[in-house]
């Protein structure tokens, strides 16, 4: 009986297609150690995306995959996941105790950015991630309705706040400092002063992603996020309605132009449920978020059903996520954190606290 060798482990390896990355194991750096001793493998692979639901399912094909080996015997293969910093946009670094920054946006309003920032960063926080969520959206805050959230933030120190937490997210909003009436009524470079002082004054603890939850349109928020705030990659979301295409197209190319990574696109309202029979229509159009990926080269993470119960579990604060778990829709926010964090996974990483600091001084 022939000794099994390590190459072959890792050619097998090779061809195993990770759904979420796209790619193999081996491409994607995810195989950390093979050991072989004799007829018994070891492998260990470690995902750079929270991926809490897909662990086991991994664990079992990557192992029935090993089974193929002729004469394998004992074999032990170890699965997990860990998230780290990416690279941000030049001249600025990752924030302190945030690992990375995924900004949400779209070119309008309407197209249910809030409820799909909001149900992906706790489809992140059920796949293991330590989340938090930040509402940019000054004039018109809705994540502390959407959370269940209300009241001022703790503040030990009277400068900075502890951000509020719900369902295990982290959140922030204009929304907890200003009484629910109160109109805005603020020129931009106040706008834009709220945002950064909401980002930078808040205790963030050991934050893996944080979700910013942009206003719609690309005016003073946006270009302040995107030239002073490091942003590890942007999500847009659209329907498939031409008129919202068109906007979206504008939003994600301010992204491009301040070298902002898109991660992907997410196809709100593809389709209507009716809640008494279950017919799917669709009602804005068919199509439209597959050709707008097509057209930019870019992934279409995923597209959400018009379902009246999203609407409606978002109005309660308990969202989608945590209120039917293992209900459809949940299930494609989970399926979309993970890709659009998978594709985060694969970019270059940010090795800036590794370098020490070089200062030359005269004696």
């Known amino acids: 009986m022939a000794n099994i060798d390590k190459t072959a482990v890792e050619n097998l390896l090779k061809h195993f297609i990770d759904p979420n990355v796209e790619t193999d194991l081996v491409s994607a750096k995810s195989v950390k150690k093979i050991s072989v001793d004799g007829n018994d493998v070891s492998v260990v692979i470690e995902l750079g995306y929270p991926a809490k639901s897909y662990l086991e399912e991994l664990k079992a ?17 170890s699965v997990g996941f860990n998230v780290v910093s990416h690279s941000v946009q030049k001249a600025l670094k990752p924030l302190p105790n945030v690992k990375n920054i995924i900004a949400v946006a779209s070119g309008k309003g309407g197209v ?18 330590n989340v938090g969520i930040l509402d940019a959206d000054i004039y018109g805050p809705s994540i502390p309705t959407m959370l269940g959230l209300s009241g001022k933030p703790d503040s030990p120190d009277g400068k900075s706040m502890l951000p509020k937490i719900s369902f295990g997210v982290q959140t922030i909003s204009i929304g907890y400092l200003i009484d629910p009436d109160q109109p805005m009524i603020w020129r931009g470079p106040m706008v834009t002063g709220a945002l950064q002082q909401l980002l930078n004054q808040t205790q963030w603890q050991d934050v893996d992603y944080l979700i910013i939850d942009l206003p719609p349109g690309t005016g003073d928020i946006q270009l302040t996020l995107a030239q002073q705030i490091p942003v590890s990659g942007a999500v847009i979301v659209t329907t498939p309605q031409d008129i919202a295409l068109i906007d979206a197209q504008r939003g994600l190319g301010m992204f491009e132009k301040v070298n902002v990574p898109i991660l992907g696109l997410v196809e709100n309202m593809s389709v209507h449920i009716c809640s008494n029979c279950g017919h799917e229509e669709a009602i804005f159009g068919q199509g439209g978020g597959v050709a707008m990926a097509v057209k930019n080269k870019l992934d279409l993470l995923g597209s959400l059903p018009l379902d009246i119960q999203i609407r409606e579990y978002a109005d309660s604060g308990r969202p989608t996520v945590v209120a039917d778990p293992d209900g459809r829709s949940a299930q494609i926010y989970k399926a979309i954190a993970r890709k659009m964090a998978a594709k985060l996974a694969m ?3 940010d090795y800036s606290g590794r370098f020490p600091n070089i200062v030359i001084q005269n004696t």
């Open 61 to 77: 094909a990557v192992t029935q995959r090993l089974q193929t080996l002729p004469d394998v015997g004992k074999l032990d293969v």
């Open 112 to 129: 249910g950015k809030s409820t799909t920032s909001v149900n992906l960063a706790l489809a992140l926080a059920a796949e293991g991630a």
């Open 347 to 349: 970019r270059s990483r």
